[in-house]
């Protein structure tokens, strides 16, 4: 029987997604449902003196207005996180406001139009504060955290050099607000059956909000039960546990019936997260043969006035290249804004933007290949910790994505490169993530008619971990793929973490591995004891599984027969796994490289990705599919990065005045071009037994840069803050 594990399978899932019948959190019928709407705060920093609710009681179908006039009562201090990761959120307990849109109220009504209508019919008073705003406005006040992610915010390895360096570069590079916009909008649907409290979510992280949630209602954890069958998408944003949540849950109590509560667009732009502006300094210097003697980089960034969260643009540089001397620091600036938080390949998108646009200066001034400045720097150790790589195969990456793009063509002079009229620009960068994995546990269950049904309390978030655990159990338990049921998404079952920092296939596979191998060993030792069996008195080491039959020589018998003999209801297993002390013994990230041509309209400014290649070192590819896709997925993200997205803020108010699609440019698909994506192979026998690296993020990172070279490369103008719109080319 053919392995499945690597194979290109189309989703399990596919046929419920393109029919309809997968159920997003909003999508759960109850009985009985009304409708939550969160009423916004108007003004960016002060104190509610007043909330006047009478219109939108008196309004047809509502059912109460929730606000600070009376404060909802939790039993827990929302002040108190469990996690310092955990956002602070705004819950109606007290009139302070600090951001504009910050819930001041919730009108629950029996249908989303009344609630709606009467939701604009709540009237709130404000004393007003000046703001604090704007990143370089608030400059003078930084301060650096005490740690970032429990990292230290500053580092310094090696020692400075007294060479005078043949090349310099030192610029300041910008990067905007940017937000999620997952397809679907965050959403609540939240149901009280006495002290029990059930939420359909989308978020990232179904163990996380049941946490929040017992805590701030005083339950124990089994009284709460958090469902994510199906995430339309969270690239980080649905990774915390928000506060509309926790106000759906608190309106479904209040009213003693199911609520619905789901986050309008131009809401998803104030109090859910969002990437933070960044201002960052990268200094190199290097040798003549392009060795580097130092790199520092310094990050200033954002945060808001009532919580902290750092950007963290600087790690990269901490890692990425050999330098006798790497200097890092981070700094941050309160503003009179909502909190930001973790947005696809957090510290390593911006970052990589800053550092690796500076090493194609150097490139420049060095007159040398970009490619063999970056070969000449590699990293054999990782230059933060001193530990060898897991495994590394960037230089192969160089390698291979060159060779597909046709590199060597290349001409080196900005501005030799047209088509006609049109200039063409090639630029490359490096691409990192680091690869982690966390604690994770499963089960698996053997039914009556042969197929095995696998449950994990991880999400999927449109990566495919329906697919790719489904073929990790079929392999280890010797069935075809389509007699493997997997679940997840539900708090009932074994515990995962949440679905971020790339580590969901790295923790959840392990898992899925041994707890399908744990339940192969039991069906086997089932068959040799049972009399009426076959495979009586067989050695369980010379039993193979192959096809849903267990075989011992020329004697067989299939899963379904052992089944109906025993008269069993199924037969079960349980498992965990989780990382040993080998990440204290290796640095472990996955690398690639990526390539990009532009055609550039000299005359309008106008910028157009016609070319891409990404060649990765991800170790081993569950799913060839499904990994392109998300690695197709994470480059054309960064390409909305590199060209158009930038939320935009009134530095009078605070106020995001890109609040809906219209506003906030992603790429659609006329914006995309080819894109080659190449698996570069990689064993790595240290990251986890099944040699997996995670690959949600790694393919956002590096194309901003790669971009913004070829850009330079095309008309000779170095553009250093995102996006890279035709004003700044044209002004430039």
Known sequence: ???????????????????????????????????????????????????????????????????????????????????????????LQNRRVDYQGQP??????????RATHAAALVKVQYQAEKPKLGLKAQKAQAYAPKHIIFRPPDTEHGKASAE??????????????????????????????GERLTVYDATQGVFGVRSRLAQLFGLPPENVRCIAKFVGGGFGGKGSGWGHTILAAMAAKAVSKPVKLVLRRDQMFAGVGYRPETEQRVQLKARKDGKLLLVRHETLTSTSTFDEFTEPAGFTSRMMYASEQII????????????????????????????????????????????????????????????????????????????????????????????????????MATATYPTMRQKGAAKASLLPDGTVAVAVGTQDIGT???????????????????????????????????????WTSATVAPAVKRVAAALRDKIIATAVADAGSPLKGADPKQVKVENGDLIAGSKKESFAALMKRQKLPSI?????????????????????????????????????????????????????????????????????????????????????????????????????????????????????????????????????????????????????????????????
């Open 1 to 91: 029987m053919d392995k499945s594990v690597g194979k290109p399978l189309n989703r399990v899932d596919g046929r419920l997604k393109v029919t309809g019948a997968a159920k997003y959190a909003a999508e759960f019928p109850q009985e009985g449902l009304v409708y939550a709407v969160i009423v916004g705060s108007t003004i960016p920093s002060g104190t509610i003196t007043k909330v006047d609710a009478s219109a939108a009681e008196k309004a047809p179908g509502v059912l109460a207005v929730l606000s600070p006039e009376k404060p909802p009562k939790l039993a827990g201090d929302p002040a108190k996180r469990q996690s310092p990761l955990e956002p602070m959120v705004h819950l």
């Open 104 to 113: 001041v109220a919730v009108v629950v009504a029996d249908t989303f139009e």
């Open 164 to 193: 005078t360096p043949a090349a310099e570069v030192d610029a300041m590079y910008g990067t905007p607000f940017e937000h999620h916009n997952p397809m679907e909008p965050h959403a609540t649907t939240a149901v009280w059956e």
């Open 328 to 427: 890092t620091s981070h700094r941050l600036v309160r503003t009179t804004m909502p909190t930001p938080t973790f947005m696809r390949a957090p510290g390593e998108s911006p970052g990589m933007f800053a550092l690796e646009s500076a090493l194609d200066e150097l490139a420049y001034k060095l007159n040398m290949d970009p490619v063999q400045l970056r070969i000449v720097n590699h990293a054999d150790t990782d230059p933060e910790s001193g530990r060898p790589w897991s495994s590394k195969s960037l230089k192969e990456c160089y390698r291979a994505g060159a060779e597909k793009f046709g590199w060597s063509k290349r001409n080196p002079m900005p501005g030799s490169m047209k088509d006609g009229r049109t200039l063409i620009g090639w630029g």
């Open 464 to 502: 495919g971990t329906y697919t790719v655990m489904s073929q990790v159990a079929a392999d280890e338990l010797g069935l075809p793929v389509q007699k493997v049921r997997f679940d997840l998404g539900d708090t009932q079952m074994p515990e995962a973490p949440v679905s971020g920092g790339s």
């Open 572 to 732: 079960d297993a349980q498992a965990d796994a989780q990382p040993g002390d080998e990440m204290k013994k290796y640095a472990m990230h996955a690398f690639g490289a990526q390539f990009a041509e532009v055609r550039v309209d000299p005359d309008l400014g106008q910028v157009r990705v016609s070319r891409f290649v990404g060649a990765f070192g991800v170790g081993r590819v569950l799913n060839e599919k499904t990994a392109r896709s998300q690695l197709q997925g994470g480059i054309i993200m960064g390409l909305g990065m590199a060209l158009m997205e930038e939320s935009v803020v009134d530095e009078r108010t605070g106020h995001f005045v890109t609040k809906d699609l219209a506003d906030y440019h992603v790429p659609v698909n006329p914006d995309v071009p080819d894109i080659d994506v190449i698996f570069v192979p990689e064993n790595d026998p240290y990251v986890n037994e099944l040699g997996i690296k995670g690959i949600g993020e790694i393919g956002i990172t590096g194309v901003a840069p790669a971009i913004a070279n070829a850009v330079y490369h095309a008309t000779g103008k170095r553009l250093r803050t995102l996006p890279l719109t035709l004003d700044k080319l044209l002004t430039t």
